[in-house]
């Protein structure tokens, strides 16, 4: 941030009075520019004994297989977020079920909220896809996944899946495990 | 927003190509600014019988009892927000227990996340609240809470009490809700 979206003067990273953290700061107009972490919702799509995923057609980690998760948008809710991911990259429709994983990723300002759900109806790749697909437990491209995110939520639900309980897992992705899974690269 | 915070030129409000929803754009540079739901992430601190609320110092709701809560950093978790919040409303360390209501205000692009948390030694009232206290059930001022989220997450855990039993509750706060809450002012 280099500008004031409000009068467009030069702001300064600085500790406002009374604050304890920088912040962007207009000395213009009086403007503090809060940032703040975004929320990244999605589903993990059930049908019988497979999930579906997504391969990726866009960056970040085209090629690699996700889980339909995007960035929530303003004016609505976390479950109508996580439904309208699973809409636009799977072209599915999805009964949500519950909160299944939190995962937080203060490095990068992200927290992670995927919700189990039930597969309704058919799927197709949407325009962020280059293919979706069901995959059974043996089947899941394990080396193949895009994130560290996706990869411990398939984890909790085959750990999970035996018991047939799937409460809510809350974690943390730290720098060092994100350089474990994607090498020092 | 008016100018964009990359290189000062003036925005304007349109659908990028691709996109589905109105953004503010730079022509100039190129940037998209996207804007996003924000988290407050809170505590439910209980001590024995009793619930911790917090006497608010600041606007909005001014003399009004809350829950201790407020808007989720960049580089931390949401746990770590919870308790923050906490130390810094209350001046009180908590031990946090389950997430417990995950409330969506897609009107004021708002997700609160309050956490269950037993408290741990003693409070005293931080620099945004003009009074922190202890209530049993029946001295709760539920018609000077501060907000209905706080009102919500207060009668989910009246309700779980007898039982002993505090799953998540997901749930929305519409624009028809705050009305009824607030009055029409």
Redesign the interface.
């Known amino acids: ?8 003067d ?2 300064r990273f600085a500790i406002p009075e ?1 604050d304890d ?1 920088q912040r ?1 700061l207009c000395d213009a107009c009086g403007t503090i ?7 990244v919702a999605g589903t993990l799509p059930v049908s019988g004994s497979k999930v579906l995923l997504c391969k990726r057609a866009i960056s970040p980690r085209k090629g690699y297989w996700t889980l339909p998760a995007g ?10 977020a996580a439904s309208r991911e699973t809409r636009e990259e799977a072209c599915a429709e999805v009964e949500l079920a ?2 299944y994983t ?1 995962i ?1 990723l ?2 990068i ?1 992200q ?1 992670y909220m995927i919700f189990r759900a039930e597969l309704v109806g058919g799927f197709s790749a949407g ?1 962020e896809s280059l293919e979706v697909a069901l995959f059974e437990e043996h089947e899941i491209p394990w080396d193949e996944l895009a994130f560290m995110t996706i990869e411990r939520t398939l984890k909790h639900f085959y750990a999970d899946r035996p018991r047939n309980e799937f409460p ?1 897992h ?1 974690s ?1 992705v730290t720098p060092e495990d994100r350089e474990r899974y994607f090498g020092s690269a």
Chains 1, 2 share one sequence.
Do not use: W
């Not at 520019?33 to 929320?39: A, G, L, V, W």
């Not at 960035?71 to 479950?79: D, I, L, V």
């Open positions: 941030m280099n500008f004031c979206s409000q009068c467009g030069k702001v009374g953290r962007y520019h809060y940032q703040n972490p975004r929320i960035y929530m948008e303003n004016a609505e809710s976390t479950q109508q519950n909160l939190l937080d203060p490095h300002n927290v325009p809510l809350i943390m």
